[in-house]
Every structure is written in structure tokens, then in C-alpha cells.
């Protein structure tokens, strides 16, 4: 057995869960070193606390190395909940994986009436917060490789002459020339008034001469996640602009100062908010502070007020604070940061100063 499925052997004990069924690919691929994508169908890893533990899997995938597990193998036109109900323990607590889909969970439950189910994916979660030195190396790679590609895409805007979706076409063209697999998620360009959408999926809006322009991305490198902003200014900045982006780089500069073990995910979210707030756009400042990041660009972990876990060394998250002025523009300053044995490491190296292109 190895050490990660130990750990969560360990969790599943503290938290009193006897079996724990995993239908995440990811966490799956995490635990036991296997990718597979199983689309519609049932894919379960179910973990016990005496640790036999087993893999279901439909008999169409392709399995092509010794996983060292017990697998049982089902059929398309086989009742594969019914045969998973019988390697469960009736009188248990079983923790089921919070993707697992209601239609193979429901007849579950009506399988095993008497059993006792509760949602157990923080066995999974916590562990996967703290990235190993494996994952760590990756992930300083990944984000090496997204300041390289920031430059370039700004590169691309500073010409004038490519919509907002243009840009965002080229990305994966980049990152593949820089040695990336592939964008981690659909990356967000926008200009002027949409930058006040924090969310903004790229259209065929073209820059004009003092719009700000933010530009949020991120690659995959050996499996593991990037994911950066900036933002920048066409051609001319506005003193209201000017003052909001100093405001929220003074804002991001100033959480990411404070990050070390032992400091509280909501505290550092409101040192980042109570700056924003100080300058006057709490209200424009209007999601987290950030979020965790792995084999996901969104693990399990909020920088927010919801989570006083104190941080961890091995941890890695987001810091994004941003203000969205509606009709106008708005700003959004991303890092992410590693937290280290007294403090924390920025993995992001591409300028936060003011920049005006074109």
C-alpha cells in the first residue's frame, strides 16, 4: 500500500468512516497512479480501514500495467451497483466521494438500507493539500513556464489588432512551444468594460486606447496546474485607474507577506479584503481571496472566510485579489504561492508593476 493511500487510510480512521468510495479520476489517478476518464460510467476506488481495498472498473477500459490492487471487472449490461453493494459493509459509515453521481449513489442506498452514508471526501482532500517535493518541482515548473507565456499573449495585445477570443486562441499554440501540455482551463481575456467581468469568456471585442486588460491563465505540466493574472493598460492609464491597481497589488503583496505555517486561510483573506476595503471598493472586490490548486485548478481549500484552517508548508493556493468597476474596467492581480518551513515562496516571477502597452 502506498504512503498516500495510508494517509487517507489514516484520515478515514480519525473521521470514523469504515469504507470510503472514490470516484474522482483525479484522485484516483493521485492515489494509485492510474488516468482514466470513465464518462457516464461507474469508476470506483473503495478504500476500507482494514486496507482491502479495491478498484471497479467496466470491462471497455484499458488497463496496460499491474495496478497492485484488487480490481473486479463489470459489464455495460451488469447490475454494477449491486455488485459494489456487496463488497460494502451493511452496518458501516461509508464516505462517499462528493462528485459521485446520484444516479449509481441513490440504488446504493437502496441496496443497503441500514448502511450509513456521509459525504468523506476530506480524507482525500487533506491529503491532497500538501503537495509532496515531486509535485512541488511541477508545479514551479508550471508556473515558470505561464510567466514565459504571459509575456507573449501580452506581446500579442499590444499590437491593436486581435479581438479578445484571437488572443485567447493562441495560448495553447504557446504554451505547447514552450513545453506545456496543454491549458490548464479556457483562459480569460478581456478588455476595458469587460474586464469588469470577473469571469469574462472571451468575445470579439477589440482594445481600444485605455481600456485595462486582464489576462488570467494557466498551463498542465506533467499533470499538474498553473495559474496566473495580470493586468495591464492599452496605450494610456487613467489616475482612477492608476489607483486601483495600486490599490489591489498593494492588496496582493500584502497577503502573500503574511503567508506561513500556522496563519489562518481566513486571515490572510482579510488582510487582502480590509486593504480593498480601506480604499473604498469592498463591494467591487466580489469573490475568494483565492483557492487551492494541483492536478485541479480548483482543489479543495478556500483562501476566504469560510476556511480558518491554518496553512501548512507544502501548501499551494491562489492570491487574487481584484476590483470590477461595472461599465468601466476592472483589475485582478494573481499569483500562487508555495508555503515553505518559515514563510512562503511566490511561484510567480512576472512583474506586478503598473504596465502600459502598445
Known amino acids: 500500500m502506498n504512503s498516500r493511500v495510508k494517509k487517507v487510510v489514516v484520515e478515514m480512521r480519525q473521521q470514523n468512516i469504515d469504507q470510503l468510495i472514490v470516484c474522482d479520476p483525479s484522485s484516483i489517478d493521485y492515489l494509485i497512479g492510474y488516468q482514466n476518464d470513465p464518462g457516464e460510467r461507474m469508476y470506483v476506488l473503495l478504500l476500507s480501514q482494514n486496507n482491502e481495498h479495491t478498484l471497479f472498473m467496466n470491462r471497455l477500459f484499458y488497463l496496460n500495467k499491474d495496478l497492485d490492487i484488487d480490481i473486479v471487472w463489470f459489464d455495460d449490461t451488469d447490475d454494477y451497483v449491486k455488485i459494489l453493494s456487496q463488497y460494502i459493509k451493511g452496518d458501516g459509515c461509508i464516505g462517499v466521494d462528493k462528485f459521485w453521481n446520484a444516479k449509481f449513489l441513490l440504488p446504493l442506498m437502496d441496496y443497503l438500507p441500514q448502511t450509513k452514508f456521509i459525504l468523506g471526501s476530506q480524507c482525500v482532500d487533506f491529503i491532497r493539500m500538501v503537495k509532496d517535493a515531486e509535485e512541488q518541482q511541477y508545479m514551479i515548473k508550471s508556473s515558470q513556464i505561464n510567466d514565459l507565456a504571459v509575456d507573449k499573449m501580452i506581446e500579442l495585445v499590444a499590437l491593436g489588432k486581435y479581438s479578445e477570443k484571437e488572443v485567447a486562441e493562441k495560448l495553447a499554440t504557446i504554451y505547447k512551444e514552450l513545453g506545456a501540455d496543454d491549458n490548464s482551463f479556457l483562459p480569460i481575456v478581456a478588455y ?167
Not at 239 to 258: H, I, P, S, T
Not at 303 to 319: H, L, Q, T, Y
Open 192 to 358: 476595458g468594460e469587460n474586464c469588469a467581468d470577473n469571469h469574462h469568456m472571451g468575445d470579439d471585442t477589440l482594445i481600444q486606447p485605455g481600456d485595462s486588460i486582464i489576462i488570467d491563465m494557466g498551463c498542465y505540466y506533467h499533470g499538474y496546474c498553473s495559474d496566473m493574472t495580470r493586468t495591464v493598460f492599452y496605450k494610456k492609464v487613467s489616475d482612477e485607474q492608476r489607483r486601483v491597481y495600486e490599490l489591489v497589488k498593494k492588496a496582493n503583496e500584502a497577503a502573500e507577506g503574511m503567508i506561513k505555517p500556522g496563519v489562518r486561510l481566513c486571515d490572510i483573506d482579510k488582510c487582502a479584503r480590509d486593504i480593498i476595503k480601506e480604499g473604498g471598493f469592498i463591494a467591487e472586490f466580489n469573490h475568494r481571496l483565492g483557492h487551492f490548486i494541483g492536478r485541479d485548478v480548483h482543489e479543495y481549500g478556500d483562501v476566504s472566510a469560510n476556511f480558518d484552517m491554518p496553512v501548512k508548508e507544502g501548501m499551494i493556493f491562489s492570491i487574487e485579489p481584484g476590483v470590477y468597476i461595472k461599465g468601466d474596467f476592472g483589475v485582478r492581480i494573481e499569483d500562487l504561492v508555495l508555503v515553505t518551513k518559515d514563510g512562503c515562496k511566490v511561484l510567480n516571477s512576472y512583474s506586478k508593476d503598473l504596465k502600459v502597452v502598445g
